[in-house]
């Protein structure tokens, strides 16, 4: 079992930066490969940034040059790192993490609320 919560969304004016954090419950970057979803109303949940054991990291191109996921084994922490913000990016923002065998178990944060308005 694995326990997730995110942290540091809030309301920041286009162009401003946020930094999210994804608290896990013990030490799983060994075993699970990681991701940062999105989620607005009426539009589909959205892969924003995915992080491999090996530490390789993909990006969708709106997000490619302005986020960066990384993260800290010690504290068993993972970030999402937002900088340009623009209106588009306001969605409740979710932790993700994916066993990397079968049952690919998964788990999933309780989502942070990210608004980037004037």
């Known amino acids: 079992q694995v326990v997730l919560v995110e942290s540091g969304g809030g309301l920041v004016q286009p162009g401003g930066s946020l930094r999210l954090s994804c608290a896990a419950s013990?030490?799983?970057?060994?075993?699970?490969?990681m991701a940062w979803y999105r989620h607005t109303p009426g539009k589909q949940r959205e892969l924003v940034a995915r992080?491999?054991?090996?530490?390789?990291?993909t990006y969708p191109g709106s997000v490619k040059a302005r986020f960066t996921i990384s993260r800290d084994r010690v504290e068993n922490l993972l970030y999402l790192k937002m900088d340009s913000l623009k209106p588009e990016d306001t969605a409740v923002y979710y932790c993700?993490?994916?066993?990397?065998?079968?049952?690919?178990?998964?788990?999933w944060g309780q989502g942070t609320q990210v608004t980037v308005s004037p």
């Open positions: 013990r030490s799983i970057f060994a075993y699970y490969n």
């Open positions: 992080l491999t054991l090996g530490g390789a990291t």
């Open positions: 993700h993490a994916i066993r990397d065998r079968p049952p690919y178990t998964e788990y």
